[in-house]
């Protein structure tokens, strides 16, 4: 035991907040990390900073661990922790390896000697020779024995544990095509770029934005640095991770949610050894061990999964611009849809042309007033005459709610405010934010009445009214990859499903693009809810027509003059932006301001409402208390916040909060704080 170690031990409490001082072994340094003696139980720990004497009377670590985190995620944790109002040991928890696992290791046996002709040795101890070198299996005993005579060689291998959906580790070889005029003039941009400079890529789809981030990446390797590649879904997107691969081979690790923790952690001790220096993840990912990062890349930049859900809250976003700015990295934001705030603050590079030179889809307005059903007749013609079509529907189930015909009651979940959905093959009525369940049904436990309305219609409907083979992809499907692989490789047939069918896959042969009902998502209540319909009409147009003939996308709605919609048909996202960028100004929303959200719950009635009424009165800015729907048998109640400077308002909220945390502890009052919610 030599030094004195400052630490935060990975506990999720917010008022156990360190650093706290440990007698440490030899050889820790800043990142290490440590088992440590705590509240009678036995932590992890993560080495903030080292000294040599301490006030406290001291306890001695216990372990040190062999993964420790690179110095500059230490200080990133800091910084997560005070930009969105938690605590560096939550921060940490999200950087380290998995824990519990190690490196896996095989023996690989060799010929160490041939035997003499004298010596005795059975038919199958000579097949085994001969079989040799290669790695030990169940034959290990008996390898151990001619290793014991001298004639085989046992070797310690560390063996990866490879990500297996991904075609990982097999570089082709391959160039890469001639580039565009634009996708040069792209490059040329990235490669003049100062050190810790953002761009915003405004490629249409189909650009060919992709290969722009290969060659990027590949000149950024050759002068001794490391690439980061965030995209969303990455599970269901393998094409991108397979390009890297065909062009950069083993130097490729990928991590995301989809990975098994042998796997994770294999992949995460390759990028901290540096063995692997391009890093191709999904949001979690910003954090991968990389260093001397010379480009951070974020795919399809719009995409809400980069903003994470737990606490800390953060934005992937917004934590790869930190560490660009500590690498000095140049970061390149890529989508054909970018975020108003992206257009505001980076500076834009635009690549306006398809790569083949192929007319964006045709997106034409469906106006479904008076029509009944959820197809259009128009629609329903144009799914016969194409073969292969992508139709969006971002509700699961066969219908929204039932209600009864005589009474009027309505089936509601029993621990959240909200209608219970209709899901026929599994005979159930369940609740899409808690999971409760119940068989379907068969007359109204108010009136006895047995005539059951069925209201609006979800993917499981739909299903059943399409005309010819339905793939359908949502949060029912078991397998999203089985399912866009069959529909890729069949002939004909319709992609059903949520929003995940409009993201990023790039299938040749899809002439018809349909968005049954846009109006769900231009009135959710949120200011972003034009940004978000605009981006999925568009994204989804981006999937069609990517083969010989021009697309066509067909978008239903009751408002057929709604802005994002109309500017969507006419593939103007600059005119899109403005006109969004003058709205928010007026109304000071995000990138004019900072929206913060404190949200109480409580199973206690009138207990979350009365500490946001709190909360509310701490902070003079703030609007609230609203009530939010009943969630898990919990009264929810919100304060938002408004803010010109981050900073102070984050800081007066970690103080507030803070102040209210223990008392609202007593009365079993959560608190969660989101900045910049989603
Ligand atoms: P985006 O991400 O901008 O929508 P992609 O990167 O998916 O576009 O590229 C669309 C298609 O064009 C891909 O199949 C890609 O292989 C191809 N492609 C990209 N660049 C070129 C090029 N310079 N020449 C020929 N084909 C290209
Ligand atoms: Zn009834
Ligand atoms: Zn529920």
Known sequence: MGKVAQVEPITTARVLRGPFDYLCPEGAAVGSVLV??????????????????????????????????????????????????????????????????????????????????????????????????????????????????????????????????????????????????????????LRAAAPGEQLLLHGVTGSGKTEVYLRAAAEVLEAGKSVLVLAPEIALTPQLISRFAERFGETVAVIHSKLTPGERFDEWMRLRRGEARICIGARSAVFAPLSQIGLIVIDEEHDSSYKNEGDPRYDARHAAARRAADHGAVLVAGSATPRAESWQRLRRVSMPTRVDQMELPKVDIIDLRGTSGALHPETFQALVDSAKSIVLLNRRGWSNYLSCSSCGYAWECPDCDVTLVLHRASGSISCHHCGHHKPVPELCPQCGSVSIARHGTGTERLETELPGQVFRLDGDAADAGAVLRSFEQAKEGILLGTQVVAKGHDFPDVELGVVVDADQTLRFPDFRAEERTFALVTQLAGRSGRGSERGKVLVQTLNPDAPALVLAAQHDSAAFLEGELARREALR?????????????????????????????????????????????????????????????????????GRLAKEAGRRSVSISVDVEPQ
């Not at 301490?54 to 995620?73: F, I």
């Not at 001969?130 to 070797?155: Q, T, Y």
């Not at 939010?628 to 507030?656: P, Y």
Request: charged share 25%; glycine share 6%.
């Open 589 to 657: 929303y995000p990138p004019f301001s900072t929206l913060i959200r404190i949200v109480c719950a409580s199973a206690q009635p009138g207990a979350a409402d009365q500490a946001a009424s709190e909360l509310q009165r701490a902070l003079p800015a703030s609007l609230g208390p609203a009530p939010l729907f009943r969630l898990r048998g919990r009264e929810r109640s919100q304060v938002v916040i408004k803010a010109e400077d981050r900073r102070r308002a984050v800081e007066a909220v970690n103080l507030a909060v």
């Open 36 to 189: 440590v003696p705590f509240g009678g139980r036995e932590v992890l720990a993560v080495v903030t900073a080292l000294k040599d004497t301490s006030e406290h009377s001291l306890s001695e670590a216990k372990e040190l661990l062999p993964a420790s985190l690179p110095p500059d995620l230490v200080a990133l944790g800091r910084w997560l922790a005070d930009e969105y109002c938690s605590t560096p040991a939550r921060a940490y928890s999200l950087m380290l390896p998995p824990r519990g696992v190690k490196e896996r290791s095989a023996w690989f046996a060799s010929v160490l000697r041939r035997p003499d002709k004298a010596e005795r040795l059975t038919e199958k101890q000579r097949a085994l020779l001969s079989s040799l070198p290669r790695p030990a299996g169940v034959d290990l005993a008996a390898l151990r024995r001619l290793e014991k005579r001298g004639l085989v060689l046992l070797e310690e291998q560390s063996q990866r544990r490879a990500p297996k959906h991904a075609e990982v580790g097999k570089a082709s070889g391959a160039e890469g095509p001639e580039l565009t005029a634009d996708q040069s003039e792209a490059l040329g941009q």
